[in-house]
């Protein structure tokens, strides 16, 4: 997620080198079989929160290469760079002067909260375009005891240690990042969250996804694991819950607007 407006200061040597690796992570995600059952799963998760009959106005955020729109297919899709894969550029950060005020019944991310440099704004700007009752729904990185080692020694982005800080290391759309952020402002912050975030509130933090995206090799390592393996493999991590609170890679966050 840029740190600059997306759609006055981007360069357009930067626009294009986006929009080809959106169009990279594509092919990588549809290529890899386990990661492309991880990401179903993920949308899957998502949905179950979101349901279309009570949540029509669903904006997907950083749509990127995925393909939530097959899953989802009244969802307006976006990204922070123009993008002919996504319906509307816009800045997370600054989500309140894209949209009317309670004109949002849902947000939907995967992977998207952990590279907002403003993630206090995102939030703000939530409470506010966000209808009453509506809802923030997110997959992101999660400090579980043991999946904490992945993302602050193996991952290759980068995490700030203390909880307190909400920042992100870097910049640009990818570049910039925290994987601790979602932890760290979802499940290590309570109090500040409900100081500064009066109309929000956290319904639900769910790890999942022991080891399934190491073993997958994500969008950097394709590990070739044949299809019906992948979907055998995804639907035992569902089946078996067990270890989630240790071992999850991955949570589901569920936001709601309460007021």
Known sequence: MTLTSPTERAEPTAVADDEQAIDTDAQRIRANPLLHEIYRDVYARLLAEVPPTEYPRLLELGSGGGFFRDFAPHAITSECVPSPRVDRVVDACRIAEHFEPASLDAIAAFDVFHHLPDAAGFLRGSETVLRPGGRIVMVEPWYTPVGQYFHSVL?????????????????????????????????????????????????????????????????????????????????????????DDLLGLFALLVVERVR
Do not use: C, Q
């Open 155 to 243: 991952h290759h982005e980068p995490h700030l240690k203390d909880p307190n800080d909400w920042r992100v290391v870097g910049e640009g759309r990818m570049a910039g990042a925290n994987t601790r952020l979602p932890t760290s402002v979802f499940r290590d912050s309570d109090p500040r969250f409900a100081r500064e975030f009066p109309a929000l509130r956290i319904v639900k933090r769910e790890p999942f996804h022991k080891w399934l995206y190491l073993l997958s090799g994500g969008l950097k390592l394709n590990t070739r694991i044949p299809g019906f393996i992948a979907r055998r493999l995804v639907a035992l991590d569902r089946r078996v819950r067990a270890g």
